[in-house]
Structure formats: C-alpha cells, structure tokens
C-alpha cells in the first residue's frame, strides 16, 4: 500500500445476523461490481475485495495475482499504462496499480483471486469503520500497510476472464431509482409524496457512507404527526425525512431510526447508491413489488449469465489446497 | 395498546416491518420478543436478518428464497401461538455509574432544568429499574425505559460530535448507555467503567433486548480501579 487514496476499505457482502446487537451491515456499497469481481478471479462471490473510493489508491505488488477491478471507473492504471476494469489480470511482484482520475462513479471493487486475509469478525470480514472493529484492523487502509491475499497462487489461471460490459449498469450523473412507497407514506402530505415523485434532487457534499444526503425541495409531514416515530430497524435504501424535510437515503452503516421513511429503493437499484458523487441529479420512480422483483430477477441473471459462461470447469468457488 | 393481528409495512421488497402495537409500553415489548425469538427458532435461510424494535419486529428476507406472502404465513403462524415462545429468563445488570463532572457533563444542567439537585437526580436516575427496548444505534447500544418523570429531559439542542464510551444519558424518558464512542445528542448524565460491547464476546453485546438494568453510583475514584465481577453475568 503505497497511498490509500481518500477512503480504501476490506469489505464482503455484509455482516448479517448481528442486527438485534446494534451491528450494522457494513460490506460493499455496490454489491453486483463486487459479485461480479469476485467471478472473474474465481473466487466465491461473497469473498472480501477493497472497495476504493474515488481516486488517488497506488498500491504495490508483493506476489504473483490475479485481480479484478470492477464497478466504477476511477482510471485503473498498471504500471502507468491506462488498463480495462471488469476484467481480471495477472500481476507479478513489482507491479504498480494506480487509481488516477474519477471518470464515472465514486466506487471500485479491486477483488484478488483467493479473496482477503483478514480474520472474520462476527460472521463477515467486512470492516465496520464507524465503530473500528473487522476487516483491516477495524479501520480504512493506509499507506505502508501490507494486505495479505488468501492462496492467491491457485487463481492464476483466472486471468482473462471478462464481464459482458452491455450488462454493465450506466454510471452518470443523473440517475432514476425505482421505489416502493413506505415504509410511513400516509404520514407525509399528498404534496409531500408529489414531490418526492416529481422533483428533481441533488447529491449534498455531506454524504458518505452513513447516507446520501440530498438537496432539492423539501417534503412535510402531515400536520398531526408528532416530529418523530418511535425507534425501529432500517435496511440500506430505505429514503427518511428529518424535520427540516430533505431526503436522506440510508446505507450499510445504520442499524435503526427514529426518522420516517417515506420510501424505500428496490434491491435491484441498491447498488447504484454506491456510484453517486455529490451534485449528481436524482429523481425517483414509484414501482410496484412485482416490477421491484421483475428488476431484482434481470441483475440475478445477468450474474447467472456470467457464471454459466466461466463455466463449471472453472468457477469452483474458493478452492482449497489439495491434501497432502 | 397491543393489536388482536401483525400489521404489516413494506421496507423496499426486502424488508418487512411487523407492528404488534401502538406507542411504547412493555406488554408490546414482550409480544415483540416473543415474535423475534419464535422466528428466530424457524432458523431458515430465507430470513436473512431479525430486529426487534419497541413496536416492532424488522424481517429482512431474501425476496428470491420466499415470497411476501409465503413470508405472512411463517409469522401468522408463530403470531398464533405466541405464548409457547418464551424467550429465555432475562438477565438483570447492575451498571456501576460515576455521575457528573466531567463523567457527567449534562448533570449540573438537567439538575437545573427541574429545579433540584445533582444528587437528587442521580437519586431518580438509579432508582428505577429498567427495561432493554431495544438495541439499535451503534453496536451494544440499549434503549432504556421509563425514566422517572421527575428528570425527564428533552434532548440537547446542539448534538455532540463525540460522546466517549461508557457515557449515560437521557433523552425525555429513555436512558441509555454509549457502548462505542460516537455522536449522540442525549442529556450525559454520568459513565460507566462497564464494557457494553465486545465484537469477540458472544454474544458480543452484554445487553439483549428484555433485559433489565439497575444504575449503581460509584465514586470518581473508583472508576479506574473499576473491575468486572465475574459472577455477575
């Protein structure tokens, strides 16, 4: 680890289970470039991998490996020449991977085939950076680190692999998300939910991994509504309003709340949240629970597209080494 | 009030809120710990996380394994006999507090606030017995109830960016223990020496959701010197 850049964390798919301990989530933002990443070095898809954000990561070679960088497009160079992301390449020792300017989107998967060691800390290796316990240490990378991967040696072979970029989500700067309405949409006013459906918002500066923060028109709770709701669980996507009526979407850190959720992102659009830079534009689009599952099955199969395409020869998860 | 039924709400196509009742108020509580712990019991692997919150039960599940409407007919089916789910015997903690100065930087204020003293409200703060709502906020974090009315204190106005570990506050009738540092913008009463959470510890959070809390004043000096007793818990 030569510079961490502005934020580079060890990230899985999440910590689950550890909800009724106030334990958040955490893992990856965008979980399809971090799954689909994970293929293309061979590895399980829910192995961990760094998510980097936005640019300035460099970092050094120690041993021959296959990577994989996925997700946005923060101008991957190796050893100074500019190179392809959602596709996997084999490194030697004395190699040079450089983040160099954001093109499109806030965040990429750098996946390692073999995965991550760092110990698992209550079922996940993800790091939970607001509280500094998991992946690396309990904290974001720095520089002088040495990040160890997982018997990479028995990936080599993976290398070449690549991901069909038409099934590449589009990373902008204005951005759709489908929604259901609620959990607590009757108790915003008509015009409130108007609002929501028609106007245009932008991303505030003060986002970060705790919530997107959006600026635009405001939205009001109905007049016979006390200013907050008594405390209960939140998932990440789920859009709350404070008193002063500016949308916050919540993300993988945040375990409850006592703000009202007017609505919620579909799982399928989940991913998209970790792509959003601040000023980027923003309007939602109310679905129903069959359009959100109609969506949540097209990104299952275009993963399944490319797992069937690697083949049962070569997807075999995380190997093991053979017995001796 | 508890409900005769579940009343359900729809977080995004993942998640189900179960409401047993309306407001605060251990009867509703308790219904919702039995849910938690009878569906928990269920151990599949198509409910991928379990929240228990005051009112509520938080179900995420994964939308690909089970359908919403196949996911009702679990809970329906656990809510119907709710009382064969008795979660175990709940533990009871004795939180040692070292209250005020800069342990307790909101006690001069809130004693202010209602016209008593700091030791009177240290009084009314240990004193009551308290119930675990819920743990939610940060990793550990027990929502307390009731405190006694005579302190109930609004929050601050102005949030702190830090409140240390082990710090406890109040916020109208909730009390509540930070087991990690973190923001908070309650009323910080005093602190406990006590670790609240430990990701190596399982379970990792000392509290569950139904346990019951005492406050124990203890002197500043013996913060420090403050060891955990190993037969208590």
Known sequence: MISPGLLTAVQDLGRFGQARYGVAPSGVLDAFAARVGNLLVDNLESEACLEVTLSGLELGVLADLVIAVTGADLGLHINDRPARIWRSVRLVPGDLISFRAVEFGCRAYLTVGGGIEVPVVLNSRSTNLGSGFGGFTGRALQAGDIVHGRDPELHLAAAGRHFDLNAVPAYANDWRLRVLLGPQEGQFRQTGLQTLQQAVYSVSPRSDRTGIRLEGPVIRTRADQPESIVSEGVVAGAIQVPGD??????????????????????????????????????????VTLWEAREALWRVEENIARLRNRLGSDTCRGSRTKPVE | MCYSEPRYRLMGDRALLVELGEGIGRDINRQVQKLFFGLDQLQTGAIRELQPGYRSLMVVYDPLQISLPALKTRIEGVFRSLDRFQPPEPAHLQVPVAYGAEFGPDLQWVAEHHHLSTAEVIRY???????????????????????????????????????????????????????????????????TPMTLFDPQRRPPSLLQAGDRVTFIPIAHEEFDSWKPNPSSK
Request: proline residues 10%; hydrophobic residues 35%.
């Open chain 1, 245 to 286: 009526g500016k949308p916050i979407i919540i993300l993988n850190e945040t375990v409850s709340g006592g703000y009202r959720k007017i609505a919620t992102v579909i799982t399928a659009d989940v991913p998209l949240l970790a792509q959003m830079v601040p000023g980027d534009r923003v309007v939602f689009q109310a």
């Open chain 2, 125 to 191: 703060h240990s004193s009551a017995t308290y119930r675990v709502y819920m743990i939610g906020f940060t990793p550990g974090y027990p929502y307390l109830g009731e405190v006694p009315e005579e302190i109930a204190t609004p929050r601050r106005e102005t949030p702190r960016v830090r409140v240390p570990k082990g710090s406890v506050g109040i916020a109208q009738l909730q009390t509540g223990i930070y087991p990690v540092e973190s923001p908070g913008g309650w009323q910080i009463l005093g602190r």
